[in-house]
């Protein structure tokens, strides 16, 4: 008995010799909270590895990436562009749109006209509207395609608002499609205005084509956008002299 108790003496004193001041001040302030790996493979105390202390994961915001062979094919597939249904034309990527050059402009004139005077250049493709002190309102046109030009003075016999159209018979006899009569509005070809020229078949017309403005397309009469043939009808009246060259 009094060996047990000699022991057990000992031990209790080599106990309370390995507690320092200095480890009981710390343990009387609260033991430290426990700390795990925020690496959930490898769940270990930290104060068993007080070296991964220091150790934080690096956290991404980006979204995972797809497999290489899925973000492939959506690659292919937003890069393709869509065909058309079978028998549907496809649909022109670029408007048609008129040369620049031919857009209304004021230019000087020294023909020798009178003010008041169209002038109508079938090369160059220039309608001439004179005007006073040495100028002229310039506009482009579209002419007759070969075997259709034609020259010479005419006067303005009639003006007509989105006028209706009737084919000349040799006009139908060529193109077996068109219609006898065609009313006025925005798909017919003579456009929003027309000025008669004498007693001839040609018109000065708007057109529903101003793609066509600066080219020799027509049967002979001269083409103007209708913006154009819009303004050129509010500034000349019925007996303007018209000169063709």
């Given at each position: ?31 430290p ?13 930290l ?29 292919v ?8 249904a ?20 004021t ?72 219609p ?47 913006e154009d ?17």
């Open positions: 008995m009094r060996k047990r108790a000699f022991l057990v003496l000992a031990l209790a004193a080599g106990l309370a010799g390995a507690i320092t001041p200095a480890s009981a001040g710390s343990r009387g302030a609260g033991a909270p426990l700390m795990l790996s925020p690496d959930l493979t490898e769940p270990w105390v104060q068993l590895r007080p070296e991964r202390r220091a150790v934080r994961p690096q956290v991404s915001q980006r979204p995972l990436l797809q497999p290489r062979t899925q973000t492939r094919r959506q690659a597939y937003a890069t393709t562009p869509r065909l058309a079978p028998g549907k034309p496809r649909r022109q990527s670029v408007a048609r749109r008129i040369d620049p050059r031919f857009l209304p402009t230019v000087s004139w020294n023909g020798g006209e009178r003010p008041g005077t169209i002038v109508i250049d079938t090369n160059a493709r220039y309608l001439y509207l004179v005007e006073k002190n040495g100028f002229a309102r310039r506009y482009g046109v579209g002419v007759g395609r070969p075997g259709f030009e034609w020259a010479g003075t005419h006067k303005v016999t009639r003006k007509a608002e989105w006028p209706d159209w009737r084919p000349p018979a040799e006009m139908r006899k060529r193109q077996p499609g068109l006898a009569f065609m009313p006025g509005g925005p798909k017919n070809p003579l456009g929003a205005r027309a000025l008669y020229l004498g007693s001839t078949l040609y018109r000065i017309h708007g057109s529903n084509e101003p793609w066509t403005i600066g080219k020799a397309v027509s049967s002979g009469c001269i083409r103007m956008r209708n043939v819009i303004d050129l009808y509010g500034r000349v009246g019925v007996g303007t002299s018209v000169r063709v060259i």
